[in-house]
C-alpha cells in the first residue's frame, strides 16, 4: 500500500505563487519582439489619416479663408470613427472574395482599408477647397471611413497578436509610429506645402485668411502623404496573419447574423453586468477635454501668426516626440503599476493641461512659450493614450477582438467629437481663453468615474 500523500506544513504552501514582478530590462526588452515591431509600423499606416481629414485640414481650410464656424462643423467628418462600431461585425466576419483567402481575415481588410485611403487623399489633394468645399468634404468623409476600418482591423490584429499582459508594450508602440505618422501628416505636410509654394508667403497676424493660400503646394503636400500609405501596405503585405479564433459555425443568415451583431455585445454586458454602464461611461468621456479642444488648435494658430515652418516645428515634431516619450511612460508604468493608476494620471494632466493654452491665448505670438505649452500637452496625451489603450483592449474577449474594441474606440469618439462640431461656434461668440478654460473643465467628471471604477470589485478580463 502507498503512504498517504504528505499534508502541507502550512497554508503558504497551497497558495500558488504570485509571478514575480519584471525587472526594468525585461520591461524594455518587449518593446523589440516582432509584435512590438509591426505595430510600430502599423501605427503609423493608423495614424497618417487622422490629421489629414482633422487638425492639417483644419490649418488649411482656415488658409483658404473658410470661416471659423464652418471649420468646426466639418469637423463632424470625424464622427465616422465614432460610429465604426457600426461596420465592425463585418469586418470581424465578413470575408473579401479573393483576397480573404490569400491573406487571411485581418490582414485582406487592412489592405483593402488602405487602397481606400490613397485613393482618397489622391481626390483631397486634387480639390480646392474655395471652390471645391463639396468634393473635399466628400473625399475626407471617404478617407476618414476607410481609416476607422483600417482602425477596426488593426486593433483586433493587434489584440490577437499577444497576450494581455504585453497589450500597454504594443500600445506603446503602436502610439510610437501612431505619432511619428502625425509628425509626418502634421509637421511634414506643413513643410512640404511651405516648400512647394511659388512664392513663399510670410505669415502675421494681420494677414486676413484666404491671402496666403495656394492649391498647388497644398496639392504636392497630399499627394506625398498618399504615397506615404505604402509603409502601412508593405508591412500588411510582409507580415503573418494571427492565429485565427475558432467561431462556431453559422448554419444559416439568422445564426450569422446573431454571430456578428449581437453576440459581441452580449457578451460584454454578460462578462460586466451593471458594470458595464459605469465602463461604456467612462470609455465616452475619458478623452473629451483633448478631443474638443483639438480641433481648434490649428485655427488658433494660424489666427496667432504663427508659421507653417514654426507650427511644424513645434506643435507637431517637438509635440508629437513628447507624446512618444509619455507614450513610453505611460506603457511602462500600466505596466508595473496598474492601467487603472496611470489612467487617473492621464486624466488629471490632460485637463490641467488645457489651462495652459489659455495662459498662451493672452500671451500673444510666442515661439518659447508656445515649446512651453506644447511640451505639458503632448506628454500628458502620451500618457493617458497608452494607458487608455491598454485599458480598452483588456476588456475585450478575443472572440470578438473587432467588434467589441470598435465599440470602445468609437464611443471614446462618438460625444467628444459631435461637441467638437460647436467649438468654432463657440470661440466666436466667447474668445480662445474662455474656450480653452471650459474643455479644461470638461475633464473634472472623468476623475470621478475613473475613481468609482477603481472602487469596485475587479473586473473580468477574458
Request: some cysteine.
Amino acid at each position: 500500500m502507498s503512504p498517504p500523500p504528505t499534508l502541507p506544513t502550512s497554508a503558504a504552501a497551497e497558495e500558488p505563487q504570485a509571478p514575480a514582478r519584471p525587472t526594468w530590462g525585461e520591461t524594455l526588452r518587449v518593446y523589440l519582439e516582432p509584435a512590438s515591431l509591426r505595430m510600430f509600423a502599423l501605427g503609423f499606416s493608423a495614424g497618417l489619416p487622422l490629421l489629414l481629414v482633422l487638425g492639417t485640414l483644419s490649418f488649411r481650410l482656415r488658409e483658404a479663408g473658410l470661416d471659423r464656424t464652418t471649420i468646426g462643423y466639418l469637423s463632424w467628418v470625424g464622427l465616422a470613427y465614432g460610429f465604426k462600431w457600426c461596420w465592425a461585425p463585418l469586418v470581424d466576419r465578413l470575408p473579401i472574395p479573393l483576397l480573404t483567402r490569400w491573406m487571411g481575415r485581418r490582414r485582406s481588410w487592412l489592405l483593402l482599408s488602405q487602397g481606400f485611403i490613397m485613393l482618397s487623399l489622391v481626390g483631397m489633394a486634387l480639390a480646392d477647397p474655395r471652390s471645391e468645399l463639396t468634393l473635399v468634404v466628400w473625399c475626407a468623409l471617404a478617407v476618414a471611413f476607410a481609416s476607422a476600418t483600417q482602425d477596426i482591423a488593426l486593433d483586433a490584429f493587434r489584440i490577437e497578436s499577444a497576450d494581455v499582459r504585453h497589450q500597454g508594450a504594443l500600445a506603446a508602440t503602436y502610439q510610437t509610429g501612431y505619432r511619428l505618422a502625425m509628425i509626418w501628416a502634421g509637421a511634414g505636410v506643413l513643410w512640404i506645402a511651405a516648400r512647394a509654394e511659388v512664392a513663399p508667403a510670410v505669415a502675421n497676424a494681420g494677414a486676413a485668411p484666404g491671402v496666403l493660400y495656394q492649391q498647388g503646394a497644398w496639392t504636392t503636400a497630399y499627394l506625398v502623404m498618399a504615397v506615404s500609405m505604402l509603409v502601412g501596405v508593405l508591412t500588411v503585405l510582409f507580415s503573418r496573419e494571427p492565429a485565427r479564433v475558432a467561431l462556431p459555425p453559422a448554419r444559416n443568415a439568422a445564426d450569422w447574423l446573431r454571430g456578428a451583431l449581437i453576440e459581441p455585445f452580449a457578451d460584454f454586458l454578460k462578462r460586466y453586468g451593471r458594470q458595464a454602464l459605469l465602463i461604456l461611461a467612462l470609455i465616452g468621456v475619458y478623452r473629451i477635454s483633448d478631443v474638443v479642444m483639438g480641433i481648434m488648435a490649428n485655427p488658433f494658430y494660424v489666427d496667432m501668426g504663427y508659421t507653417k515652418d514654426e507650427v511644424a516645428a513645434v506643435t507637431k515634431v517637438f509635440g508629437v516626440i513628447m507624446t512618444l516619450v509619455g507614450a513610453f511612460i505611460g506603457g511602462a508604468l500600466s505596466l508595473r503599476l496598474g492601467v487603472m493608476r496611470v489612467l487617473m494620471l492621464g486624466a488629471i494632466l490632460s485637463a490641467a493641461s488645457n489651462l495652459l493654452f489659455a495662459w498662451l491665448a493672452g500671451h500673444g505670438h510666442d515661439v518659447t512659450a508656445l515649446v512651453l505649452v506644447i511640451s505639458a500637452d503632448n506628454l500628458s496625451a502620451g500618457v493617458a493614450s497608452a494607458a487608455f489603450i491598454a485599458y480598452l483592449s483588456g476588456l475585450t474577449n478575443i472572440r470578438y477582438s473587432a467588434t467589441q474594441y470598435a465599440l470602445f474606440s468609437s464611443m471614446m469618439l462618438l460625444a467628444p467629437k459631435w461637441l467638437a462640431g460647436y467649438s468654432g461656434a463657440f470661440v466666436d461668440a466667447y474668445d480662445y481663453a474662455t474656450f480653452f478654460t471650459a474643455t479644461a473643465c470638461l475633464g473634472v467628471p472623468v476623475l470621478g468615474l475613473i475613481w468609482l471604477a477603481t472602487r469596485l470589485a475587479p473586473v473580468d478580463k477574458t
